[in-house]
């Protein structure tokens, strides 16, 4: 995919950072976050999640790798239950961690809207959610069900000033962009 430029998709749109100890903590434009750097954007559907737990937590593990290319890390979440977030940053994504309430991230990854799983998805112990679930679990990740575990989320790789180099759409529960892809791409934004 080229490069697509996001500046009218986050235009206006704010964050509130919840890196401190307040929650919420400050507000930042959407467009400070990857303004000055290349940035992997982690749209995370719910931080209780035991997939998304499991995804931010690989990609974390490759962090050093993403350090030498010089792009930074970045996760937003919809919602900012105080210990969810605090357990989700302690255990899985010691990195910032933002609250995208206007859900602007959400309906990049979703091409325009909000993409909204069905709980319906979990009836099949066979279903690739379950399946999703399962290697988490066996992975050693522990989760639990609070919140909206229903809006679906994704990653983006973005260029510094905003490009989109890389989208990923979360389409059943507990997707995950391949971390192999998300590097290569985090390479090309970086311009390496």
Not at 79 to 85: A, D, L, S, T, V
Not at 89 to 118: I, N, Q
């Amino acid at each position: 995919m080229g490069v697509v430029h996001v500046e009218s998709l986050f235009e206006g749109s704010r964050l509130k950072d919840l890196n401190g100890e307040v929650i919420p903590g400050e507000e930042v434009a959407a467009s400070d976050i990857y303004k000055d750097a290349p940035t992997v954007v982690v749209v995370i559907r719910r931080p209780g999640c035991v997939a998304c737990r499991d995804t931010a937590q690989k990609l974390w593990a490759r962090k050093s790798d993403f350090d030498d290319l010089g792009v930074q890390m970045v996760a937003v979440v919809h919602q900012g239950f105080p210990g969810e977030i605090k357990r989700f940053k302690a255990g899985y994504w010691p990195g910032s961690v933002f609250l995208d309430s206007e859900k602007k991230f959400y309906e990049t990854v979703g091409e325009g809207k909000v993409r909204v799983g069905s709980l319906r998805w979990l009836l099949n112990p066979f279903s690739r959610a379950w399946r999703n679930i399962r290697a988490a679990i066996r992975g050693g990740v522990s989760g639990n069900f609070a919140g909206d575990g229903t809006t679906l989320g994704g990653l983006l790789v973005l260029a510094a000033g905003g490009g989109i180099e890389y989208a990923f759409q979360e389409t059943d529960f507990g997707d995950a962009a391949p971390v192999e892809d998300v590097l290569a791409a985090a390479k090309r934004a970086a311009g390496k």
